[in-house]
């Protein structure tokens, strides 16, 4: 990536005036203007208006309004407003007013609705001035502005209507005292609701808008209601001189309010008139009468038959459009479940395996919420090829300003790019180039974060704006990856085909030049000509130097060699001692094709024959089935050793369970799952209670929750939430402390809690340390013992900052690692680097606790496995996941003959070796937190006098670890 003053050098040439138009800087007044007429565009009423760039600047003479100008489109509204305000108050007066008139003593100047109305005449007047001066649009599309026509095409349409409309028909009865007169024009002034018709009309281009329709078409309704509820009235007033049955006088009685014939002023009041006729027109169109006000003469029953039906009319048209308008608010759902129903079929109709079929659902998924299921390109490939371009120029456009490779290119060399690009979208974990794909594209990272793996190792990480591929100008045939690509978040890339960028190159060989000179690929799949930068350390511990030369990458491959000729050295001096008894069956070694049933060997594990996953037919026990009988060949019946299991336990590390979403881990390498990791968890427990042969008891070795619930105040609740899980478990589970319980809780509080299973241990003379070092052993049967050991006893976790043990570890590890942040390694190599922060060590009172606890097991030729949450043996884990004084706990070890195993989690790669000096297994468990969703990661342990068996599920690799060494060949399998 380009530096800060790169980058403001290269958007200081991008804001040059020699730049392209889409690239420079939009000028205040055209922002303005683009406001304005996007505002215009909204605003106007007028269904005509041609888009912006098929219009020419009409030529006008004086006078003429452009019917697309913001003031016709402000007029327009006027217009409405007053238009609405005749339709709700011209019924209103006309009938429920009649009867004032003979009651004027001033004339209508007195009343103010008769002077709303004389403006609204006044108003509409001009109206049909300004469109005698208003542009239209011929059926040519064409903008007409000459005033002859202009005139012509107003006369031939809305002009009688509008003119008809704005007659002021109550200056015509001014200081008139006739009550007929007033009648009959006030009926007139009922032309004014023509006016709805154009504006009906206008408002139809807002139909493409559900919620506009809906509030239409409720507006409409009430409207009707409005307006019949007026001719209610005017056949009731006009009723009751000849009749007493009317809907009137049966209102008069129920309130109390009788007619006097002397009186015009009595019986009801306006108000109450006007609301009971609005509520019976009401429940009359939604067909939900209520028979309080009701029909009585022959005239009322007539105008209720016709106000049912066009109720029913209405009912069905309005609320049909209702049901449309919610129909097209979910088609986007249906189309959803249509198409993932469609995706399900194809998975079951192909049996596509369960990791593949997760990524294919995942993948719809979230591609659906980021297309919401439209495909972009087949929308695309409906609009001309000169407009395909312009989008395409817009759509990567991000891509053409920031990458200075197309910088200085010209517009048309960048439309041929533009369409020439191809967005790629990959989701968390998919590959983008497989090892040995033909380089055939460039890609450009537009968003998202990918990963380039060799060999299992990640040795680089790349992001937005980073290139991959390879210089396609160097080559003449397109080269072979290296490694594999693999995408860790949500990803958007640009990918243009290497046969494609050439083409356009040849037809302009001046920026051709240009482009391949300032061209700078990030990493180069074809031989690594281009090493990744110091935060793209190969190394997943990165130190502090940061070393990304050629140098560092040699000294990563001699590391990998010396480990490897350590396994081999190992297998080999096993596989000779074999060779001494001709009838023990060839075993081979770790690094062999046979071994290849489990997971591979995490770098820097040493493997030995006893490392070697069986074969189906070497009997290895099933967690759901019974322990393996001698009749299957496994062994020897006549053999002194015993088939049947002395006892089995279950084993887990690094559930590290949190609410929240996926992330990383510390050098954001590695997908952490941190939701997922309680579905495996009851995986886990699910295949325990299942099993033939439950198991005597439960490991959990540390990191039981996340620390990232400390930051969201959720420790308690997640940690209530594993123990729920744990709590159906078929047999006791015993808890190991890691740093992540200390990262949620003090040393004070674990000794209160539930993961505090040290009252289970045993009561004998060699008891728990004083103290607070949670630390104990137990008998799972007569001649075993197990030692749970607490790998922070020296540690700043878990600690007070003033207490003493704080001070001291904190000085121990300040002198072996000068870093600020204490999570970082040393900078030096070697087992150095578990000097850090989030690791521990043991004290001298734990070491002599220890030191006494098998001295008696050797006094009772027990056998002991220990476990703790670090492992020791640096061959069994990477350097930094070592306890501080690892080599102290491997001496001890050494000096006592009944440690058959130390089991340990932490290194969530998992690991294994068996120390040559004192046969010691060490097993490093692999972590649930760092196991995809789909696979597992535990074990179920079977214990025999002579061996024990780990039967692994998913992650979890199968193992034979035979307690005698060397191995005697009758007991090889």
Request: proline share 6%; with cysteine.
């Amino acid at each position: 990536m380009s530096s800060p003053a790169v980058m403001k050098r290269e958007g200081a040439a991008l804001m040059s005036p020699q730049s392209l138009d889409f690239l420079g800087p939009a000028k205040v007044k055209k922002q303005t203007q683009k406001v304005t007429e996007k505002v215009t565009q909204i605003l106007s009423l007028e269904s005509d208006v041609l888009p912006k760039y098929k219009l020419q600047l009409p030529e006008t003479t004086w006078w003429i309004l452009l019917h697309y100008s913001p003031f016709k489109a402000f007029w327009d509204w006027i217009i409405l407003f007053l238009v609405l305000y005749t339709a709700v108050f011209t019924p209103y007066s006309a009938a429920f007013l009649l009867d004032e008139h003979g009651d004027r003593a001033c004339g209508y100047t007195c009343d103010p609705l008769i002077v709303v109305d004389v403006m609204v005449d006044v108003l509409f007047i001009v109206d049909i001035v300004i469109n005698f001066r208003t542009s239209y649009v011929n059926h040519n599309d064409e903008v007409v502005t000459g005033p002859g026509r202009v005139a012509k095409h107003y006369i031939t349409g809305w002009f009688a209507i509008d003119l008809f409309a704005a007659i002021p028909f109550d200056l015509l009865i001014f200081r008139s005292g006739s009550d007929e007169m007033a009648t009959f024009i006030g009926l007139l002034k009922t032309a004014r609701l023509l006016r709805l018709v154009r504006v009906a009309r206008k408002l139809d281009r807002y139909s493409e808008y559900g919620a506009a329709v809906l509030f239409l078409l409720m507006c409409t309704f009430a409207l009707i209601a409005h307006w019949l509820a007026c001719l209610w009235y005017a056949i009731g007033f006009l009723e009751r001189p000849y009749t007493e049955t009317g809907w009137l006088d049966n209102l008069a009685q129920q309130l109390g309010k009788m007619y006097n014939d002397s009186d015009s002023r009595s019986g009801p009041s306006i108000k109450d008139k006007y609301v009971t006729a609005l509520y019976f027109t009401f429940s009359s169109l939604t067909s939900v009468g209520f028979g309080n006000v009701s029909p009585n003469t022959n005239s009322e029953k007539i105008f209720s038959i016709c106000v049912m039906v066009i109720g029913s009319l209405m009912y069905a048209s309005i609320f049909g459009n209702v049901s449309a308008i919610i129909q097209r608010l979910y088609s986007g759902t249906t189309r959803y479940h249509t198409q993932m129903l469609r995706v399900k079929e194809f998975i079951r109709f192909h049996q596509i395996p369960g990791g593949l079929r997760l990524r294919l659902e995942e993948y719809f998924q979230h591609a659906w919420s980021y297309t919401n299921g439209i495909d972009m390109n087949a929308v695309l490939k409906g609009f001309p090829e000169c407009l395909q371009a312009d989008i395409c120029l817009h759509l990567n456009r991000s891509l053409l300003q920031n990458c200075k490779a197309f910088h200085g290119g010209s517009q048309a060399c960048l439309r041929a790019l533009a369409m020439r690009f191809e967005t790629v979208h990959a989701p968390p974990g998919d590959i983008l180039i497989h090892y040995g794909d033909a380089l055939d594209s460039l890609f450009f990272i537009s968003r998202g974060s990918i990963q380039v793996v060799t060999d299992d190792v990640v040795v680089a990480i790349l992001e937005k704006n980073d290139i991959f591929g390879e210089p396609i100008h160097l080559h003449d045939e397109p080269g072979k990856s290296s490694s594999d690509v693999q995408a860790i978040t949500y990803c958007d890339l640009h990918r243009i085909l290497r046969e494609d960028l050439l083409e356009v190159l040849d037809n302009y060989p001046d920026f051709a030049n240009n482009f391949w000179t300032n061209l700078e690929i990030t990493l180069d799949l074809r031989c690594f000509s281009s090493l990744p930068r110091s935060s793209r350390s190969p190394n997943p511990y990165p130190n502090t130097a940061g070393d990304t030369d050629l140098g560092s990458r040699l000294e990563v491959l001699q590391s990998q060699l010396n480990r490897l000729e350590t396994r081999m050295a190992a297998d080999i001096t096993v596989i000779l001692q074999i060779l001494q008894g001709p009838t023990a069956p060839p075993v081979p070694p770790a690094y062999s094709t046979l071994s290849s049933i489990g997971p591979p060997m995490p770098s820097g594990a040493s493997a030995s024959p006893c490392t070697v996953v069986p074969s189906p037919s070497a009997g290895f026990p099933s967690p759901c089935t019974s322990p393996p009988n001698p009749s299957n060949g496994a062994h020897d019946p006549s053999s002194s050793v015993m088939n049947t299991p002395l006892f089995t336990f279950g084993v887990i590390a690094d559930i590290q369970y949190a609410d929240i979403a996926d992330g990383f881990n510390y050098t954001r390498t590695r997908r952490r799952y941190y939701r997922s990791s309680l579905n495996l968890l009851r995986n886990a427990r699910e295949s325990w209670s299942r099993a033939a042969v439950k198991p005597s008891f439960i490991l959990q070795l540390g990191d039981i929750i996340d620390g990232f619930n400390k930051q969201h105040d959720s420790s308690d609740q997640a940690l209530d939430t594993v123990m729920r899980e744990l709590s159906t478990s078929p047999a006791e589970v015993h808890h190991v402390w890691g740093n992540h319980e200390f990262y949620n809780f003090s040393r004070d509080t674990l000794m209160k809690s539930k993961l505090n299973s040290a009252p289970h241990c045993d009561s004998g003379s060699a008891g728990p340390p004083t103290g607070d070092i949670y630390a104990y052993h137990f008998n799972p049967a007569p001649t075993f013992r197990i030692v749970v050991l607490d790998a922070y006893d020296v540690s700043i976790l878990g600690r007070t900052v003033s207490s003493v043990q704080y001070n001291n570890a904190l000085n121990i590890l300040k002198e072996h690692n000068s870093n600020e942040d204490l999570n970082h390694p040393p900078a030096e190599e070697g087992i150095e680097r578990k000097f850090v922060k989030f690791n521990g060590g043991f004290s001298r009172d734990q070491l002599n606790w220890l030191d006494g606890v098998l001295s008696q097991s050797d006094k009772n030729e027990e056998r002991v496995i220990i476990v703790s949450h670090l492992p020791v043996h640096p061959l069994s884990t990477e350097p930094i996941c070592l306890a501080w004084n690892s080599e102290d706990l491997l001496a001890l070890i050494g000096a006592h003959g009944c440690v058959v195993c130390f089991m340990a989690g932490h290194d969530h790669d998992g690991g294994y070796h068996r120390d040559r000096d004192s046969g010691v297994h060490h097993i490093t468990l692999e972590g649930v937190i760092e196991t995809p969703p789909e696979s597992d990661a535990f074990g179920t342990v079977w214990v025999y006098e002579d061996r024990m068996v780990l039967k692994g599920s998913g992650r979890t690799a199968d193992r034979l670890l035979l307690f005698t060494w060397p191995p005697d060949e009758t007991q090889i399998t």
